[in-house]
């Protein structure tokens, strides 16, 4: 078993390299790639149902076959290894190995999962395992979901089970996947499984899943061995106030309460911050939401944090306090993620987009670094997801050209770069995503893989930007 635990060496603020040992790898998530929807045991988690349910994605796209890597992992795992990729960080579906999301294992599930690591090893590829990826067993959302206490319980169990499976072979593991995404936009604007769009379900839907979290991380030390790593990975919003005024400053502060802070504050400073309390208390009641002992579970050390980053956060807030309309983002919904805070209007960085619309500004991602590692210094971090999304189609040549996401991903390392070479503790760097795949409300209609995949065929085309990525890490440094 091998832990991503690199040793790295500063860098000259000229240079273009990356510190030796810097982890260079690529990232999928279970729904999204695996398909298979009900063989081998496997149950509906709540995005089967989503999916599944007329107008929530669209062209009513499913994940039940996806990218079929559940069949042709074998194949993927070479194309990694033709890549030089030296880590592939996946998600374990939560359903797929505990059906209802209590009791025992399903072998057969976690067989799968043997059977990758065992192939991505053999290939000198290391895995790293993320818990949960948003696929809750749809049993457990029937029985209340991430709101009900005893969810963040059953994670624990689940984390117990994967980890005694596959612990003699992953030496890095990830509890959460963005839990933000998981409770206000599946709970909040409704626009993620399981849809539900309730403030209060919302603001106690993060609690337990960073209560889960912490369970999770106790119940991993206690059946790993102690040279593994133990993570969670944020999609922390790079917040800026659209102008210098007052008023944009307060919009500011509120949206990082609600979208970082609310994670960032129990998590590695062990309290609730006191500006997210008052937001929220006509939401929620805190106090008897937060019980006796959840907080010190809650910030148990981490060995890495894991920062997802695509695009900043620019917001203002109107003079009349109104409600305006958003433009965040995170899909369209006639109701807001932003509990508490429904009133702060979004803005584009710029007007240099992908194809989700997003605005392309690699400085957020810098300043997001170099911030997070002064504030919390002598805690790693590690870029978990970090791509784009743009219109790639296959020449008549059978290629597929995509000199945007190049630059992208150019002007992205960049700055991870001269993050490290201004102080930033960052230790890799995975690609979203290996491969094209099913985008959550989006369906099959973004693309956001280094790897393209002709979904009638299967057929796997590596892009212009798979290949000028090999050389990146090849030379673990950037093109001069």
Not at 57 to 75: L, S
Not at 86 to 107: D, L
Not at 336 to 357: C, I, K, R, Y
Not at 451 to 457: I, L, R
Request: a negative charge; proline letters at 6%.
């Amino acid at each position: 078993m091998t832990a991503v635990r690199p040793e790295t060496t500063a860098l000259p603020a000229s240079d273009t390299s990356f510190p030796t040992g810097f982890v260079w790898g690529a990232a999928t998530a279970a729904y999204q790639v695996e398909g298979a929807a009900t063989e081998d045991g496997r149950t509906p988690s709540i995005w089967d149902t989503f999916s599944h349910t007329p107008g929530k994605v669209r062209n009513g796209d499913t994940g039940d076959i996806a990218a079929d890597h559940y069949h042709r992992f074998r194949d993927d795992v070479a194309l990694m290894k033709e890549l030089g990729l030296k880590a592939y960080r996946f998600s374990i579906s939560w359903p797929r190995v505990q059906p209802t999301g209590r009791g025992p294992a399903v072998e057969r599930g976690l067989d799968f999962y043997r059977r990758l690591t065992d192939a991505l090893l053999e290939a000198g590829i290391t895995p790293v395992a993320t818990l949960y990826h948003w696929d809750l067993p749809q049993e457990l959302e029937d029985a209340g979901g991430w709101p009900h206490r005893d969810t963040a319980h059953r994670f624990a169990d689940y984390a117990t089970l994967a980890a005694r499976a596959l612990g003699d072979r992953v030496g890095m593991w990830t509890t959460l996947n963005e839990p933000w995404c998981s409770a206000f936009l599946g709970y909040g604007s409704g626009v993620h499984a399981p849809g539900r769009t309730d403030p209060a379900a919302t603001l106690r839907a993060a609690h337990h899943l960073n209560l889960g979290h912490g369970e999770a991380v106790g119940a991993l030390r206690a059946a790993l061995p102690s040279s593994a790593q133990v993570s969670i990975t944020l999609n922390l919003h790079q917040v800026r106030p659209l102008t210098d005024s007052p008023e944009d400053a307060e919009a500011a502060r509120r949206i990082d309460a609600v979208g970082n802070r609310i994670f960032t504050g129990p998590l590695l400073d062990g309290a609730y911050p006191e500006d997210l309390l008052r937001d929220t208390a006509h939401v929620v009641d805190w106090d008897e939401l937060v019980r006796a002992g959840d907080l010190a579970e809650i910030s148990r050390p981490l060995d890495v944090l894991g920062v997802n980053y695509y695009a900043p956060t620019v917001v203002s807030l109107p003079a009349d306090g109104a409600a305006s309309t958003r433009n965040d983002g995170h899909g369209a919904s006639d109701h807001s993620p932003w509990t508490g805070s429904e009133q702060v209007a979004f803005h584009l960085a710029n007007d240099d987009l992908t194809a989700m619309n997003w605005s392309i500004d690699p400085s957020g991602l810098h300043t997001l670094l170099t911030e997070m590692s002064a504030r919390h210094p002598g805690l790693p971090l590690m870029v978990t997801e970090n791509g784009a999304a743009f219109d790639d189609y296959v020449s008549p040549e059978g290629r597929v050209e995509d000199p945007q996401r190049i630059a992208y991903l150019h002007s992205h390392l960049d700055a991870v770069r001269r993050a490290i070479a201004d102080g930033a503790d960052v230790r890799g760097y995975f690609l979203w995503s290996l491969l094209d795949n099913f985008e959550w409300s989006y369906g099959y209609s973004k693309r956001f893989g280094a790897v393209y995949v002709d979904y009638p065929t299967q057929r796997r085309i590596p892009k212009a930007s798979a290949r000028w990525y090999a050389e990146v890490i090849r030379n673990n440094a950037l093109p001069a």
